[in-house]
């Protein structure tokens, strides 16, 4: 693909879309659009690209820093690829002091990952993420998907392996340690 193709990505996908979007702000605070329009280019398993944020600082005549800068800020915007699923896991301070990175350890070796790895059956990627307003709730995470997102609080390592078999097919490891 041509980098010229790839900066047409959104516009030529999602033409409605991105007219209906920009229609709900007046021309000298169309910058708001920035968060939907990030939001519809991760529609179908896309990603917040280098090429969409440019795109995007083109339809808004904005800087590509500030819309990387959102990108990087938001847990729910991504410039990189995963899997299906993304499993966040908030491993911030709060949550850490009540074993949020065990958790974490344990989510993963469920699936045979490493912290930012995705299952090689592309269902799964597994991220620690910021603060995600839960911080009484941990170990706590959100999955991300094609639905939208659910969040998932006081968790146990059961609990997080019945959420794994009910969204996907990914080969998991069933042996009760730290099925607490
Ligand atoms: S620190 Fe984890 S939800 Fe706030």
Redesign the pocket.
Known sequence: MSSNTANQTLRTRYSAEVKDILKRYPDDQKRSAVMPLLFLSQKEGLQATVSVMSEIAQILDISITQVASIVGFYTLYYSHSGGKNRIQI?T????ALRGADDFADKVCEKLGVKLGETTEDGEFTVESVM?????DK?P?FQVQNGDGITYHERQTISDVQAVIEQLGNAEIDKSPEGAE
């Open positions: 908030c911030d301070l709060p949550c603060c995600l307003a839960a911080c941990a706590m």
